[in-house]
């Protein structure tokens, strides 16, 4: 992950929104060297498309579902290494899915509650902070 390829104009934009990206391509794909490569596509493509903008608030659910649309796409297309998708893909799946609460997210992901809870409180937690800075 390396902002020196990124344009002046848009440097904010990366360091708002890089982590967030490249953190959920990593969840998808197996290794670090095709996970630098897809971030290297996926961030122009985003602003070409105006996913994230300038100036701009982000929605966190097209951003997200940008992410793994994006990153299955070059993993089909490349025959790139995939991680375990149903495990992996759940934090995407919950933020995807617009959920207010754990329980919310608990049923959509058809966990129990004390499972989300435990497994999934400090990245919701992250997903939901992130939605309301922007």
Same mark, same amino acid.
């Given at each position: 992950?390396?902002?020196? $390829?990124?344009?002046?104009?848009? @440097?904010?934009?990366?360091?708002?929104?890089?982590?967030?990206?490249?953190?959920?391509?990593?969840?998808?794909? #197996? #290794?670090? $060297?095709?996970? #630098?490569?897809?971030?290297?596509?996926?961030?122009?493509?985003?602003?070409?498309?105006?996913?994230?903008?300038? +100036?701009?608030?982000?929605?966190?659910?097209?951003?997200?579902?940008?992410?793994?649309?994006?990153?299955?796409?070059?993993?089909?297309?490349?025959?790139?290494?995939?991680? #375990?998708? @149903?495990?992996?893909?759940?934090?995407?799946?919950?933020?995807?899915?617009?959920?207010?609460?754990?329980?919310?997210?608990?049923? $959509?992901? +058809?966990?129990?509650?004390?499972?989300?809870?435990?497994?999934?409180?400090? @990245?919701?937690?992250?997903?939901?902070?992130?939605?309301?800075?922007?």
């Amino acid at each position: 992950m390396n902002s020196s $390829r990124v344009p002046k104009s848009y @440097e904010s934009l990366y360091d708002k929104y890089a982590s967030i990206i490249y953190g959920n391509i990593c969840k998808v794909v #197996d #290794d670090k $060297r095709s996970a #630098d490569k897809i971030f290297r596509e996926i961030f122009p493509e985003m602003i070409r498309k105006k996913i994230i903008e300038r +100036g701009k608030p982000v929605n966190i659910a097209i951003l997200l579902r940008f992410i793994y649309s994006f990153t299955s796409a070059r993993i089909s297309k490349n025959n790139t290494a995939q991680k #375990d998708s @149903e495990q992996k893909m759940s934090v995407i799946k919950l933020a995807c899915s617009d959920c207010s609460s754990l329980q919310q997210a608990a049923q $959509r992901l +058809g966990i129990a509650n004390h499972e989300a809870a435990k497994n999934l409180y400090y @990245e919701f937690a992250a997903f939901k902070n992130q939605a309301s800075a922007v």
